[in-house]
């Protein structure tokens, strides 16, 4: 069955290290996009892609960063992980045309120390 | 800039009593609402897509149902495994794929 992975899915770091987090779809689908998910706040937008070698920033880029190699992946890098970037993060996924929704992997729970 | 509104924040029904959520939004053109569940400590799962105001959608024991400005989710005779976090978002008719997520109603069915 496809499915999107998310690794790992739990990560303790210390403030100013640089921090990727893995995402990896099977479902062929051409849109990628993180979110972070706090108290308060919902879901946010961090970055988005449309296919390979394309990446948009979403409402909350600051300090993040990820490129598109492949269809299947889309990483999140986290230049100098900085406390306030303490968070559960989402990958989701979704088909370009006829049905939009997105599919979301499992998280990761990031700790910045 | 696309607003999303959930309400209540959270919902304690008794097994059987039917209730609704609410999601309030403002877009510029709406191309589709989405309804989501989110267990504790996994990622939101997909119910529903709405297109256009009059729709609705069924499954189970929730129907959806979409107006010009809010959606609801009714649930009918909940039960104790429909205990969850409800997320309501909406993608904007811009070509912009990305959703705007609400905060989402915690909903809590007690046997």
């Known amino acids: 069955d496809a499915e999107i992975t998310q690794s790992p899915r739990h990560k303790i770091t210390e403030t100013g290290r640089q921090v990727t987090l893995a995402c990896h779809q099977t479902?062929?689908?051409?849109?990628m996009f993180w979110y972070r998910q706090d108290l308060g706040h919902g879901l946010r937008l961090i970055h988005y892609?449309?296919?390979?070698?394309?990446?948009n920033k979403g409402e909350v880029s600051d300090g993040y960063s990820v490129s598109r190699s492949n269809t299947e992946d889309l990483p999140l890098t986290l230049e100098s992980a900085a406390s306030s970037q303490t968070s559960v993060y989402f990958c989701?996924?979704?088909?370009?045309?006829?049905?939009?929704?997105?599919?979301f992997g499992p998280g990761t729970r990031l700790t910045v120390t | 800039e696309d607003q999303v509104t959930q309400s209540p924040e959270a919902l304690r029904l008794q097994e059987g009593e039917s209730s609704s959520l609410n999601c309030s939004y403002t877009?510029?053109?709406?191309?589709?609402l989405f309804w989501y569940r989110q267990d504790p400590g996994k990622g939101p799962e997909f119910l529903f897509t709405?297109?256009?105001a009059g729709e609705e959608k069924e499954k189970e024991r929730l129907k959806a149902t979409l107006t010009k400005k809010e959606s609801f989710l009714h649930i009918t005779a909940p039960k104790p495994e429909d205990s969850a976090t409800y997320l309501c978002?909406?993608?904007?008719?811009?070509?912009?794929?990305?959703?705007?997520f609400g905060s989402g109603t915690r909903l809590q069915v007690q046997p």
């Open positions: 989701a996924s979704s088909a370009d045309r006829e049905r939009y929704e997105q599919y």
């Open positions: 479902w062929n689908h051409n849109n």
């Open positions: 892609s449309y296919g390979v070698q394309d990446t």
């Open positions: 877009v510029s053109g709406l191309r589709g």
């Open positions: 709405l297109y256009s």
């Open positions: 978002a909406v993608q904007a008719d811009t070509g912009r794929r990305a959703l705007t």
